[in-house]
């Protein structure tokens, strides 16, 4: 992204919610600000060494529980990253004409800058792909590889997912969403993030999208992916800068609703790609023990 992002000097720890308890959250969170916006994240900080991937965990439109699991059985031996963007999660609620893709590369790409990572391994799930590789864009150097894991990185082409994107981005669709709360009730299902989560941890994935400004997000992300021809750009652009880094894509065996892993595949003949059987759309949460296992090996062997 070309604009500068106002940063605030230091990270401040957040306190917790009550229904965020350390059962559902077993890690601390702080939060910077990023152009006048709360951004909530949770640094694991393992102290592996200086030379050591820090794993960045990137998701816009819902929020960082999602990667519990995942990061449960990875943070034993990597530096794990995630974070709730503007709007979402434990991030401060923002705007509608804020709420944007651009917005979300913006608080990514501040985020790598506040805590300094470098080695960056880009994990990133559904409309994460174009925030956090647009982000990535103006920071090439810091990244060390990605792994999608169901998501996508490029102007949306063809016919299904451009309708799909506007169908869900659009006003009825978006009001109707803010108004029921179907999609955060429907996310926490088995068929979303919820087959291994407890009641508890449902009912904290639904708070952290229980208002009505929140619950506007992801479908005005949906719209967003769309049309935004920067973001779209910027994240094109950095898939090709980093053709000469690890590439991995783990996706549901019934996940892969658009064939984006053929398409990674055509863009990336060399990279590595894995299925977890029976997974959805929320691989890492369909399976996070198979995805955490997948992420360390390949993390091994492209050393």
Not at 13 to 18: E, F, G, Q
Not at 169 to 188: C, D
Not at 196 to 211: E, I, V, Y
Request: a positive charge; charged letters at 25%; glycine letters at 8%.
């Amino acid at each position: 992204m070309t604009t500068s992002t106002t940063i605030s000097p230091r990270p401040v720890p957040l306190d917790r919610p009550d229904w965020l308890t350390r059962d559902v959250w077993p890690f601390p969170t702080a939060a910077i600000e990023v152009d006048g916006h709360r951004v909530a994240y949770t640094d694991t900080d393992t102290d592996t060494g200086g030379d050591q991937p820090a794993l960045l965990f990137c998701h816009v439109g819902m929020w960082s529980l999602m990667w519990r699991d995942v990061m449960i059985e990875l943070s034993t031996d990597h530096r794990c990253v995630a974070f709730d963007t503007p709007g979402v999660g434990l991030s401060s609620r923002i705007a509608g004409t804020d709420q944007t893709l651009t917005t979300a590369a913006r608080a990514t790409g501040a985020l790598i800058d506040a805590l300094d990572l470098r080695n960056v391994v880009l994990v990133i799930h559904d409309l994460g792909g174009l925030a956090a590789l647009a982000a990535a864009n103006d920071r090439l150097d810091r990244i060390n590889s990605v792994a999608v894991i169901s998501g996508f990185a490029w102007r949306p082409r063809g016919v299904m997912l451009p309708v799909a994107l506007r169908i869900f981005g659009s006003a009825p669709m978006r009001e109707l969403g803010a108004f029921t709360g179907w999609l955060p009730r429907g996310s926490s299902t088995r068929f979303g993030v919820g087959r291994h989560m407890s009641k508890a941890t449902r009912r904290a994935w639904r708070a952290g999208l229980a208002d009505r400004s929140a619950r506007r997000v992801t479908h005005r992300l949906f719209a967003d992916a769309a049309r935004n021809r920067e973001v779209q750009r910027d994240a094109e652009a950095a898939i090709t800068a980093l053709d000469d880094r690890a590439l991995l894509t783990i996706f549901g065996q019934l996940g892969d609703y658009f064939r984006f892993q053929r398409q990674w595949h055509q863009r990336r003949p060399d990279l590595t790609q894995w299925s977890i059987r029976r997974g959805f759309h929320f691989p890492m949460c369909d399976n996070p023990a198979q995805v955490a296992s997948d992420l360390r090996r390949w993390l091994h062997s492209s050393e």
